[in-house]
């Protein structure tokens, strides 16, 4: 029998079970993978600069993009004001004493005119002071090339003296025109006190709690279907109101206080007494419930 020659602890490591690693099986850390042999184990050492690139070209794509929509955006909104978006139409609707030329030429906005930059509220302003008549003056765009102006008509009020003229006024205030004589079928205001009064614009009266009572006054006999027939409104006496209706009928109201409820007994009254009255001069003296009747002949 041989005799079995004892290995060396060097020999045995080789032969082991690979806890130990070789300086062949050891990782390959020079050259690429490629370079690596078959079987071999790969070892990669990351690169600490791809993130930061990663994160830079990334910036540069979302910088590029946003200044190419702001470049688009500023060529959309030019190309809006200067090419696109000019007013071709324009349709005035209501029916005034103004033709559509004085009204399109007034408010300031013709054909060729950007429509985004127009001015609609400055253009109402100027159709309402610069043609007194009208009532109302509504513009709204019609989008893409389109202008629409709506408009209605004032009616007058009542008209007062100032400076040896006649100013003709609707029911807010504002004077419709000046006129040399009195206004046929509108009713005179007397014993008030007005300091200024231009065409397109309020009047200006010395007291404003005057001015109220005169509002309401009107307000009230356009209410009950008199303010037609009226003839004249006289504040000569302020705790005696008088009211010249229909070419025969005064009423007397008094202050100036309950005004609506005054004017609305006298109606009744002179409806009641409308057959006896008939041809002859009728008086009603009125409060806020009753009215006093007093009828008498016409004189000559």
Not at 52 to 72: E, N, Q
Not at 81 to 93: D, G
Not at 196 to 208: D, I, L, N, P, T
Not at 265 to 285: D, H, P, S, Y
């Amino acid at each position: 029998m041989s005799e079995r020659k004892p290995v060396s602890k060097k020999r045995r490591r080789a032969r082991g079970t690979g806890s130990l690693r070789t300086p062949a099986s050891s990782p390959q850390r020079k050259g690429p993978a490629s370079a690596a042999g078959p079987g071999k184990r790969q070892v990669r050492v990351p690169d600490e600069r791809r993130p930061v690139r990663r994160k830079r070209r990334r910036m540069s794509v979302k910088l590029y993009a946003t200044i190419m929509a702001v470049l688009v955006l500023g060529v959309a909104v030019t190309l809006c004001f200067t090419v696109f978006f000019n007013i071709q139409t324009i349709t005035v609707t209501g029916q005034t004493r103004y033709d559509a030329g004085q009204i399109i030429e007034t408010a300031g906005i013709g054909e060729g005119d950007n429509l985004l930059l127009a001015d609609l509220k400055a253009a109402q302003e100027q159709l309402l002071t610069g043609l007194p008549y009208l009532e109302t003056a509504n513009i709204r765009r019609a989008l893409p090339t389109g202008l629409l102006i709506e408009v209605t008509e004032a009616q007058p009020e009542f008209t007062f003296a100032i400076d040896g003229r006649y100013a003709v006024v609707n029911h807010a205030g504002k004077v419709l025109e000046l006129t040399d004589s009195p206004m046929e079928s509108v009713p005179l205001v007397q014993g008030l006190s007005f300091l200024e009064a231009e065409e397109g614009q309020h009047y200006v009266m010395e007291k404003k709690d005057k001015e109220n009572v005169l509002s309401d006054l009107t307000n009230a006999l356009r209410e009950h279907n008199l303010l037609d027939k009226t003839s004249q409104i006289d504040f000569s006496d302020p705790v005696d109101i008088r009211v010249e209706y229909g070419g025969n009928v005064t009423m007397l109201l008094g202050s100036g206080s309950e005004i609506e409820a005054k004017i609305a007994v006298g109606k009744a009254a002179m409806e009641k007494k409308e057959q006896e009255a008939q041809g002859k001069k009728m008086t009603l003296i009125l409060t806020a419930t009753q009215a006093t009747v007093r009828i008498e002949e016409l004189s000559e």
